[in-house]
């Protein structure tokens, strides 16, 4: 475990902040980029309890923070799905007389100051937020705990983002877990021994109409949510509102295709999922056949909620209570052998990553979890890195992954690992190139996530068979594309071919289709590999 987690020195000062406050003339919920909910949001729902308690307006606040954007190497589609559901969820609230304001700061080192600063200005001592957990978002939260110290105001910080939160799990040495196995067992156990963890949360009250009134918060009602952030402009919008709506009406369809509907052979098929028409099944829903086909790249086989589970328009915990509903059943689905069980194993994946970033902050800083992997030798190649990022390689899986990602804000998971495991291990090019990418073309983007991914798939990760495990990107290929649909989808030029040309164009082939030729030979590729990880710092 990292020296001073921020973690532990978060909950420290929150633990010392003030209990009780006095004068207070407004509740705020500090809504943040995770929680992006009125509907089971525990920190909303808490702090609408105590403004009823106390007989006080409930205001909502969210800031716009450009340069934590810049940061985290967040991309537009990643903040534009962030301001359209802050629209939807204004409408929402306006319907309870709860006004949400959005400001935005810059230079972010004053952000605490001006959070503080608006809450005196609207007489409001008490302030819940949902934990963020990244370092940079802890790091801001210690902050604003002095200074709300300071000016009298209480801060009330809670738990939200994960069906089990950090600091709960520990291994029998009292350690955390840095290997998945382990960890999903005694999550399972543990989820199952204290349910209550995922109790929904309860929706806000309205606050009184007379808030339309008062001189102090009316016109929060009237400003607007921006349509765009400077620097961020999404240019493909229109597209991306039609594959991912934005709100929590939006994830609960999507949530309810999967668990109710037969998936299709097609990965973009109608534009938006939600219309494609799909017939519905109570045996073969997507969700009852997930753990035979959702390695399939070729079919939409999977959930597709990680932009709406990333950005909180769904909570975790309702989807978790979905799939108990789904089978009927009291206790969560523990055996891996089950369609349910492995699909909640990737719940539990999601868990795992942020408890790693919690426990070891350094690998989400650029470090790998795995020191000893700090010094292998990187290629410095930035064709190959355009040719990757474009889906040039030559290896039509590896092509057709990067251009769905870059075509839809999304790729299928085994597509990740795939194109991930190429960068690294056959272009032999560093895995925090690729990571920024991802984050930056990402609608899901999510640090622990992405940096789990990256690092697994890089071998520099919490993986028990490390830099050892090196995917042939062509039997992948006739695994995760049997009927080849998926590269015929999304690379065109191999459109035409059929059979086992379409995994491996031979040159002459892909010269005739205008296909990009191979930038690297696999065997070679792998052999470098082994070599560069298994003497960190040789050639
Ligand atoms: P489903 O298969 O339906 O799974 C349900 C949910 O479980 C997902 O929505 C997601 O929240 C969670 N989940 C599934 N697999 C994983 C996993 N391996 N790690 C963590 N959570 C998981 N996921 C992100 O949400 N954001 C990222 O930025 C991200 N980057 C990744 C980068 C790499 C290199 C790799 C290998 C994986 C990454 N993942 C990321 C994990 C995974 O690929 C996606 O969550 C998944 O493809 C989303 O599709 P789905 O919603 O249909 O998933």
């Not at 990292?2 to 420290?12: G, I, M, N, R, S």
């Not at 963020?132 to 709300?148: G, K, P, Q, T």
């Not at 929590?248 to 299709?264: N, P, Q, V």
């Not at 410095?380 to 030559?394: I, L, Q």
Request: net charge neutral; aromatic share 10%; with cysteine.
């Amino acid at each position: 475990v990292d020296a001073d987690p921020p973690l532990q020195k978060f909950l420290e000062a929150a633990s010392v902040g003030l209990k009780t406050v006095e004068g207070t003339e407004a509740v705020v919920h500090w809504m943040r980029m995770a929680d992006l909910r009125i509907v089971d949001n525990r920190a909303l729902s808490q702090a609408s309890k105590r403004a009823r308690e106390v007989d006080i307006p409930l205001i909502v606040l969210f800031v716009i923070s450009p340069q934590d954007y810049v940061a985290h190497d967040r991309g537009p589609r990643r903040i534009d799905f962030v301001l359209r559901n802050l629209k939807s969820i204004k409408r929402s609230l306006k319907e309870l007389n709860i006004p949400l304001y959005v400001t935005t700061h810059t230079p972010r080192r004053n952000l605490p100051t001006g959070v503080i600063d608006l809450l005196k200005q609207w007489n409001a001592k008490e302030l819940y937020a949902n934990i963020e957990y990244e370092v940079d978002e802890l790091r801001r939260d210690i902050r604003i705990l002095e200074l709300a110290k300071q000016e009298g105001i209480r801060c009330t910080f809670i738990h939200d983002k994960l069906v089990v939160e950090p600091g709960t799990l520990f291994t029998q040495q009292g350690k955390p877990f840095a290997v998945f196995s382990p960890f999903h067992r005694r999550w399972i156990e543990a989820l199952n021994r204290n349910l209550h963890w995922i109790a929904e949360a309860s929706v806000p009250t309205p606050n009184d109409y007379e808030i339309h009134s008062h001189s102090s918060y009316a016109d929060l009602f009237n400003q607007e949510v921006p349509d765009e952030v400077e620097g961020f402009e999404c240019e493909d919008r229109e597209k991306m509102k039609v594959i991912w709506p934005e709100g929590h009406g939006a994830a609960k369809e999507m949530l309810d295709r999967f668990l109710h509907t037969k998936s299709r052979g097609s990965q973009l098929g109608p534009a938006n999922p939600l219309e494609e028409g799909a017939e519905s099944s109570a045996k073969a829903s997507r969700a009852l056949t997930y753990k035979d086909k959702r390695d399939q790249a070729d079919r939409d086989t999977t959930s597709r909620l990680s932009p709406y589970l990333s950005a909180g328009v769904i909570s975790c915990r309702e989807v978790v209570r979905a799939t108990m509903e789904l089978l009927k059943i009291k206790r969560v689905e523990s055996s891996r052998d089950t369609s349910i069980g492995t699909w909640v194993q990737e719940l539990a994946w999601r868990d795992f990553y942020t408890h790693i970033m919690c426990a070891w902050p350094r690998v989400s800083m650029g470090r790998p979890y795995q020191e000893k992997f700090a010094g292998v030798k990187w290629e410095v190649n930035e064709e190959h890195f355009n040719a990757w990022k474009e889906g040039r390689t030559g290896v039509p899986i590896v092509d057709a992954g990067m251009r769905q990602m870059n075509t839809m804000g999304w790729m299928h998971n085994r597509a990740r690992m795939i194109t991930a495991m190429y960068l690294t291990k056959d272009l032999m090019l560093d895995w925090r190139l690729g990571e920024r990418y991802f984050s930056k073309m990402l609608i899901d983007s999510d640090l622990a996530s992405n940096n789990g991914g990256w690092q697994w798939s890089s071998g520099t990760g919490t993986d028990p068979q490390p830099y050892f495990r090196i995917f042939n990107p062509y039997n992948q290929s006739e695994k995760a594309d049997p009927t080849g649909n998926y590269i015929r989808e999304f690379v065109p030029e191999l459109g035409g071919l059929r059979g086992p040309d379409v995994h491996k164009p031979s040159p002459k082939t892909a010269q005739k289709l205008g296909y990009p030729l191979l930038l690297i030979e696999h065997g070679k590729a792998r052999d470098r590999a082994l070599r560069r990880y298994k003497n960190p710092g040789m050639e």
